[in-house]
């Protein structure tokens, strides 16, 4: 009971070669995330720029205060 048969040892040795494995199928979709988190990031920071952009007071013009004296 208290070792492991040859096929607990075969699902441990396919399951770290699946997570740990060269071109593994983890370490592509953990790229994949951060690329996702990048991008999201990228998006609040524009919509940030945008909205701070949108949000300033527009100058005023001493001409158009001339105008109406």
């Known amino acids: 009971m208290g070792t492991l048969a040859p096929i607990h040892w075969v699902i441990i040795l396919v399951v770290v070669l699946l997570l740990f494995g060269g071109r ?3 370490s592509g979709m953990m790229g994949d995330a951060a690329k996702g988190i990048r991008a999201f990031r990228d998006g609040l920071k ?3 720029e945008h909205r701070d952009a949108a949000a300033k ?3 005023k ?9």
């Not at 013009?61 to 001339?66: A, L, M």
């Open 24 to 26: 593994g199928k983890l």
């Open 46 to 48: 524009a919509e940030e």
């Open 61 to 69: 013009d001493p001409e158009s205060d001339k105008a109406h004296s």
């Open 57 to 59: 007071p527009l100058p």
